[in-house]
């Protein structure tokens, strides 16, 4: 190599030294991660010609490297081609149609050039969240709408240049209706949690909104099942799409599954009981009706533990609210209706206890992906009746998974990472210490029986 051609790899060696020494990415994460996220073909972030704002976005934002549903569904994506990914919640789906989106976005244009679609407000706030993290050193502007904000809002905002738009597909088709949100030139359109958007109750919307975008456009599916819904969708409205399939079973590995057999009067003691003995750094805990929630929230909270509620029919400011503060750890409990199982990451949660157990496999298992995100360990407990013996071998069968009694005692390291805040630790060694076939003795009922 001549001394001009050093030269020149010298100076982009530090170049590309200089820019990454000045990022600030999280503290590392030192959870163990399942092999559904670790099992990579160890392709960087960096050889996706990504640009560089993009790439220092991902790196602040703690991404180090792709994982597999990653991996597969960026540099496809970035060709522009249609994609139908079938990938668990929890191994970083999200970021997968997010970064190339982003890549695609021409800050010049003061045009919607993507539109993110999910069913749920709660969805809608956290994705667009991530479009600012990884997009917040590309001048990209994220708009998240939602049914529960005021029409007029929106509309102020939309005025201005808005890039990536974010939201529930009724708002949005209520703004595209009205001449407010301009999506003739968006190129971009993905579906995430693709299931419940193509369910009947969103299916007319749908149709209606593909009516207001280009012919010319990229459409990406994401989800965790894939239903005939999705098949037909698929054959309609979408053109040889790259068809990735990361769930060739419906078990999510990394979480622990156990059930405690008890009677109903039974749940709130035996609740308790959990409580005293688990190490929880956070926990979700999910009921099968709004009235339910509310009844347990105040019971929980009775019990001398710190607790959050959210359900369906509470004011969206007060949801909001709930959401982001326990996310950002101001409470450890957080007990929910189904509202909060389409793809929420709160990668603070190592314990799901379905308080009602689900009527449903689907159900299940989008409200147990709650724990063990991003490829992390968890621990699930279902409190199971008489009456939901036969539910839970349906979904046994279904899933093919096998849910364990509660043992005499829980081993922390299937849901408890080696290195915890010193603040848990000291408090919580000695209820760990103990046997939780103490907590069998003095709740025996509860634990004693079959199916």
Known sequence: MSQASSAVAASSSNNNESWKSGLRPPPKDVRPQTEDVTATKGLEFEDMFLRRELLMGIFETGFEKPSPIQEEAIPIALTKRDVLARAKNGTGKTAAFVIPSLQQIDTSKPKIQALLLVPTRELALQTSQVCKHLGKHMGVNVMVTTGGTTLKDDIMRLSEAVHVLVGTPGRILDLAGKNVADLSECPVFVMDEADKLLSPEFSPVMEQLLSYLPEERQVMLFSATFPMIVKDFKDKHMRTP????????????????????????????????????????????????????????????????????????????????????????????????DLLTRGID????????????????????????????????????????????????????????????????????????????????????????????????????VYQGGR
């Open 242 to 337: 790259y068809e990735i399939n990361l769930m060739d079973e419906l078990t999510l590995r990394g979480v622990t599954q156990y059930y405690a057999y008890v009677e109903e009067r039974q749940k709130v003691h035996c609740l308790n009981t959990l409580f005293s003995k688990l190490q929880i750094n956070q926990s979700i805990i999910f009921c099968n009706s709004t009235n339910r929630v509310e009844l347990l929230a105040k019971k929980v909270t009775d019990l001398g533990y710190s607790c959050f509620y959210s359900h369906a029919k509470m004011l969206q400011s007060h949801r909001n609210r709930v959401f982001h503060d326990f996310r950002n750890g101001v409470c450890r409990n957080l007990v929910c209706s």
């Open 346 to 445: 709160i990668q603070a949660v190592n314990v799901v206890i379905n308080f009602d157990f689900p009527k449903n496999s689907e159900t299940y298992l989008h409200r147990i992906g709650r724990s063990g995100r991003f490829g992390h360990l968890g621990l699930a407990i279902n409190l199971v009746t008489y009456e939901d013996r036969f539910n839970l071998y349906k979904i046994e069968q279904e899933l093919g998974t096998e849910i364990q009694p509660i043992p005499q005692t829980i081993d922390r390291g299937l849901y408890v990472a080696p290195a915890a805040p010193e603040e848990n630790n000291k408090q919580q060694a000695k209820q760990n210490g103990t046997a939780v076939a103490q907590t069998q003795q003095q709740t025996r009922p």
